[in-house]
């Protein structure tokens, strides 16, 4: 399954789109997007992340650098 979630995550960050936690867990119902993230990380994607605010809380939104 994680593999999948990554695969999928990959795709959707390389369509120039961010995502963030809650996102990962309601498009791929992936519940560990931040250790997916470090996976695409390690195989040398160039994904950036920055603190983002949603609503009261502070989350991490991952961007695949360059992607359009």
Not at 21 to 44: D, H, N, V, Y
Request: with cysteine; charged share 30%.
């Amino acid at each position: 399954m994680k593999n999948s979630q990554r695969i999928s995550i990959l795709r959707h960050l390389a369509q120039g789109k961010p995502i963030t936690p809650l996102i990962a867990f309601k498009k791929f119902s992936c519940m560990t997007a931040s250790q997916r993230i470090a996976e695409l990380k390690r195989e040398g994607w160039p994904i950036i992340s920055r603190m983002v605010k949603v609503g009261d809380k502070r989350v991490a939104e991952y961007r695949l650098e360059g992607a359009q």
